[in-house]
């Protein structure tokens, strides 16, 4: 579509005229590489040969280019206009019944809905999420601790989805492994693991008997981060306004008589619960337009320190991974 810049009317993209004011429009667009002008249709520069108004990132160079960070430097996103991504990752889940023999296999189909979901049988990790695109869970362990397992990697898994269609939605392209490693690199820096952690830890935390939460993985990143506790405090805030927004459509599908068999998995199991993580809970959130405000400013930021050479390879490395799982 070809929006009028007179008027702001939508109108086919192969109209030469707007439908509604007359305006003529030019059909020719110019190269933000090297300034060249283009054919509207133009997938790559007739001078330079770069690629312009890419349906996807294809390369770190395209992602870097300086068209792109103005893009992501002059961002903002309205809160219906997130509400709306928000609503896009969701919305599979409303056609597909959650339905299954045992209580781990309801939330197992639920999680295999947004990506898939595989078991694995070596390691001291109860699961994980392969960069960003497979949940794996320990399946020796018992039903009631694996429901919270996939849940917690659920919730890393649609917090990557999150910054990843609000980067698709700034940037105008379909996702891409090269937007993809970006995104992977910034969620493992050490204060945004951190913040990743505890948005995952209260997710699950909401899903799972009271006195069962567990931290320890977040209380882990912390013993061992060089930030102050001013810091660490904004990441937990960070991470919690994303759990929120997390939570309040997962309770979509994970309503009160599933919450109630997961209790009883719970009693099954034999499990005991240790109330000490309930401490680690917080009420404290950021308003909408601030958190997201607070994402936009800190991508920017990342973005031009992720964009020098130096890092190139560790991005690179990450890249290899996703294309090759």
Known sequence: MKICDVC???????????????????????????GSVNLDYADKCIKCDKQINP????????????????????????????????????????????????IKNKILKLASIFTPCEPKSRGYERGFIFLGNRIYYDDRLDESIQIATIVHELAHYL??????????DIFKVRTSSTLQSFIWYFLTLPEFKIMNEYCAHTVEGRFI????????????????????????????????????EIIVYLERYIGHDLRHEIKLQYKMDLNEPNYDSIFAETNDCL???????????????????????????????????IDIS
């Open 159 to 168: 917090l990557f989805t999150i910054i990843e269609s609000l980067l698709c």
């Open 55 to 102: 349906i996807y990132i294809s390369d770190f160079d395209v992602l870097f280019s300086e068209f792109n960070e103005e893009l992501l430097s002059n961002a903002s996103i309205s809160d219906e206009k997130y509400n709306e991504l928000l609503s896009d990752i969701f919305i599979r889940a409303n056609f597909t019944e959650i339905y299954d023999d045992t």
């Open 209 to 244: 008997p009271f006195g069962y939460q567990n931290y320890g993985s977040f209380n882990s990143l912390v013993e061992n981060t060089s930030l102050d506790d001013e810091s660490v405090r904004t990441m937990m805030v960070f991470g919690n306004s994303f759990a929120n």
């Open 287 to 321: 308003p909408l337009n601030v958190k997201n405000s607070m994402l936009i400013k800190i991508l920017y930021d990342i973005f031009k320190e992720t964009s020098k050479p130096e890092t190139r390879m560790e991005l690179e490395s990450i890249k290899e991974g």
């Open 8 to 34: 702001g009317t939508f109108n086919f993209k192969e109209n030469n005229y707007c439908t509604h004011c007359g305006n003529c429009f030019i059909d020719e667009h110019i190269c933000p590489y090297c």
